[in-house]
């Protein structure tokens, strides 16, 4: 057909491979282009303009003018795309992709903590029982353990060490310690027993443990945390605690919309969750949760929430409101990421991929600094395996590994290849062919959410 050939001369020819099925997500997809195929089975990039009954008008990748081409000329998927395509809907989401997740995340509720990496796995500061600490952020960790000899310095009563515990080099004894406070930001966690046990047990001597504490998924899951490698940011809800962060929240009229107004934090330490009202250029008015308008001074907060007040302007709170009902799913699918359903068995949180091209299950584990194969896992899947001449170590001290060669590994479209990692004996019954670690979700990006329960990764 004429506007077919037309096409073609116009760059079809030219675009990369065919790509099979009717989704055709680009890896530019955070521009906003789609990847259309049309009947012949040649793809370009482009972004729909308008559409009608009968056509669809494109500006593709590269070419500075739009044009008009018959629906007929282009695939089943393509056309089912574009009968369901919204150009208000569309314009929208483009205009929201200048959303951080920060940004998204804290108009519904949720804090932000900056991490810092000790190799790849996340240290987040907080307080044991009021005594400084640093915490391990740990999806792999069925539950929250404590360092014993930090819980006995935090005053924390650690019983006798009757329990025992498991890791990837087996078991060790462990005691309950009972913990008045955890507190992460503004988040509390109250009066919990929480297993103690001696995190140095097997590392080599003169080794210092990066964590004081390891956070678990138990807690992770009850305040519906959001984990971005590459913004280097934790989210946690300080409502979804076992104490309000802020006077008046809990007994809020429509708490939901109240969870709304930001928390700031002010240089005395103290917090409030308010929304602005108005600013001078010295100056801030807030409505609080359940209290009337209080005016302060810029000088007042903390570098991050003064820059916050700084840059505020209807505009932008009206910019906000609209993109207020985006999902996590939502503004990362517009950045070009991958989103991926995941299981929970237990605590623990497991995705699909494939290893060396066999279907297999993984662990999402942040805690582990690298990705780690059951050996039974690795030979059944056909990769090489050297001798058992090197170590991890974990809880249960350490273990003789082996460093393997896989071929390819998979998750969704994001491939890895030809790489060496080290594969130990998990134990036989294991629900996946190991652990996805810190090392692949940090060369990834990923993010991980625990309210939609799905993981995400883009491929650099």
């Given amino acids: 057909m004429k506007h077919t050939r037309k096409l073609t ?47 669809v008008t494109l500006e593709v990748k590269g070419r500075e003018k739009p044009f008009k081409l018959p ?20 314009v929208f989401l483009r205009q929201c992709r200048t959303l951080t997740v920060r940004e998204l995340l804290e108009l519904r509720g949720y804090e932000s903590f ?20 640093r915490f391990l952020i740990d999806t792999g960790a069925h539950s929250t353990v404590l360092h014993d000899a930090f819980a006995k310095e ?32 503004e988040t509390l966690l109250k009066d919990r027993r929480i297993l103690a046990t001696d995190l140095t047990n097997g590392m080599p001597e003169g080794v210092k443990i990066k964590e004081d504490a390891i956070f678990g998924a138990e807690f992770l899951s009850q305040l519906d945390a959001v984990i971005s490698y590459r913004e280097r940011l934790i989210f946690l809800r300080p409502d979804l605690g076992d104490s309000s962060e802020v006077k008046g929240l809990k007994d809020a009229e429509d708490k939901d919309k109240k969870l709304a107004f930001r928390l700031f934090k002010l240089k005395d330490k103290t917090t409030i969750r308010g929304r602005i009202v108005k600013k001078t250029p010295t100056g801030v008015t807030i409505e609080v949760v359940d209290e009337k308008e209080r005016s302060f001074t810029v000088d007042r907060f903390d570098p991050d ?37 995941t299981e929970r068995i237990g605590n623990h949180i497991y995705v699909d991929g494939k290893l060396n091209g066999n279907k297999v299950k993984f662990m999402v584990d942040t805690g582990a600094d690298g990705s780690l194969f059951n050996v039974e896992g690795a030979q059944q899947n056909e990769c090489e395996i050297g001798p058992m001449d090197q170590w991890v170590y974990g809880i249960g001290g350490r273990a003789p590994a082996a460093v393997t060669k ?55």
């Fill in 406 to 460: 896989f071929a390819t590994l998979a998750v969704g479209d994001t491939l890895l290849a030809n790489r060496r990692i080290l594969s130990a004996n998990l134990g036989k019954g294991e629900e996946s062919v190991g652990i996805y670690g810190g090392d692949f979700m940090r060369e990834l990006d990923a993010v991980i959410t625990y309210r939609e329960m799905r993981l995400f990764l883009r491929q650099k």
């Fill in 305 to 341: 929430d003064a820059l916050f007040i700084r840059r505020w302007s209807k505009d932008a709170v009206n910019f906000e409101k609209n993109c207020r009902n985006l999902t996590v799913k939502d503004l990362l699918n517009l950045r070009g990421y991958q989103s991926f359903d």
């Fill in 71 to 90: 629906l007929e000329s282009l695939s089943k998927g393509d056309r089912e795309f574009i009968e369901n395509w919204d150009q208000t809907k569309a």
């Fill in 154 to 185: 935090a005053s924390c009563k650690v019983g006798p060490m009757t329990e025992v515990i498991a890791g990837v080099a087996g078991t060790a004894p462990a005691g309950w310690a009972e913990v008045p406070t955890i507190q992460l930001g």
């Fill in 114 to 133: 900056k991490f810092e990496f000790a190799h790849n796995s996340i240290i987040v500061p907080g307080l044991l029982n009021g005594k400084k600490a």
């Fill in 9 to 55: 001369k116009m760059g079809l020819a030219l675009v990369g491979a065919f790509l099979a099925g009717t989704a055709g997500i680009t890896a530019d997809q955070g521009a906003g282009y789609r990847t259309f195929t049309n009947t012949k089975g040649k793809t370009i990039e482009a972004i729909i303009v308008s559409k009608s009954a009968t056509s």
